[in-house]
């Protein structure tokens, strides 16, 4: 898996938390990974504190993989 990952010090950090996120939210680790850059970089754009940007981040990303997966889930019919 580690080796699906881009070039990116901060993906290597955080590819165990991305692992994680992908399992949990039986998303793909491909998914999991640009989700969690495109959030890293649109909240460290603003930051002027940076020390919990990764744990900030994973949230927002299990949120936003969660809301995705249940707008595909099929609604069962009564």
């Known amino acids: 898996m580690a080796s699906d990952l881009p070039d990116s010090p901060i993906l290597a950090e955080e590819q165990g ?13 491909a998914r999991a990974q640009e989700v969690f850059l495109e959030e890293y970089k ?32 099929e609604i069962p019919r009564l």
Do not use: K, M, Q, W
Request: charged residues 20%; glycine residues 4%.
């Open 42 to 73: 649109r909240l460290a754009a603003g930051a002027h504190i940076t020390d919990y940007l990764p744990l900030l981040t994973g949230n927002l990303v299990r949120t936003i993989l969660n809301e995705e997966n249940a707008a595909t889930e």
């Open 17 to 29: 938390a991305i692992a994680r996120l992908a399992h949990e939210t039986h998303s793909t680790i």
